[in-house]
């Protein structure tokens, strides 16, 4: 089994060294308006293909008592139909969030009622869409939009009844709908 992945290993490595690297760092401006802090990077694997990743988190507590924290990882495998780093791409991505959400409604999520205090994780899967608008050699202006399913695994507290609803046992909650947005600033190194 190591030799296998060694040999995997070894594999891609080699892949990436004979493209001349190219390397793009972001940032998504719709995550900063929400005061989400985030962070991407994107390494172009070949000519059409690139690999992306974006770490976000928001540790902020709102007016008390409400409070909407999370962070997110979003790992993204991208076809560009031209080339990498240039017009539109198609991409799946995989996402892992951690969430903690008190006294606020986010019916998006089915989150419909004030007085819960909810925590958990959630994992999934999507397609996207981007458009990457050419502004310098090394910079670029991209726009994306992203669908797929998630899994939600929570427990809640009811403050007005003042009990905890299966905190000893996850809820489990199903969600489709939009999974990425965003208009971003792109770095490129090459």
């Known amino acids: 089994m190591n ?27 719709v995550y900063d308006a929400t005061g989400t802090v985030n962070i991407g990077g994107e390494y172009a694997i070949n000519k059409t293909f690139s690999v992306s990743l974006s770490a976000n988190y928001n540790g902020w507590m709102l007016k008390k008592p409400y409070a909407w924290k999370h962070y997110l990882v979003q790992p993204e495998f991208r076809y560009w139909l031209r080339e990498s780093f240039n017009e539109h791409y198609v991409g799946v991505h995989l996402m892992y969030v951690g969430f903690d959400i008190e006294r606020m409604s986010l019916p998006f999520f089915g989150f419909t009622r004030r007085n819960l205090y909810k925590e958990g994780t959630a994992y999934g899967a ?19 939009l992203g669908v797929g399913y998630l899994q939600l695994k929570y427990y809640k507290f009811d403050y007005k009844e003042q009990q905890v609803n299966d905190a000893l046992h996850h809820l489990m909650r199903s969600y489709i709908g939009p999974t990425q947005i965003g208009v971003s600033v792109v770095y490129i190194i090459n």
Request: aromatic share 22%.
């Open 3 to 29: 030799k296998m992945c060694f040999s995997l290993l070894f594999w891609l490595f080699t892949l990436f060294a004979v493209y001349s690297q190219q390397i793009a760092i972001k940032n998504n401006l």
């Open 126 to 144: 999507g397609l996207a869409y981007g458009y990457h608008l050419y502004l310098t050699p090394r910079l670029n202006l991209e726009f994306s």
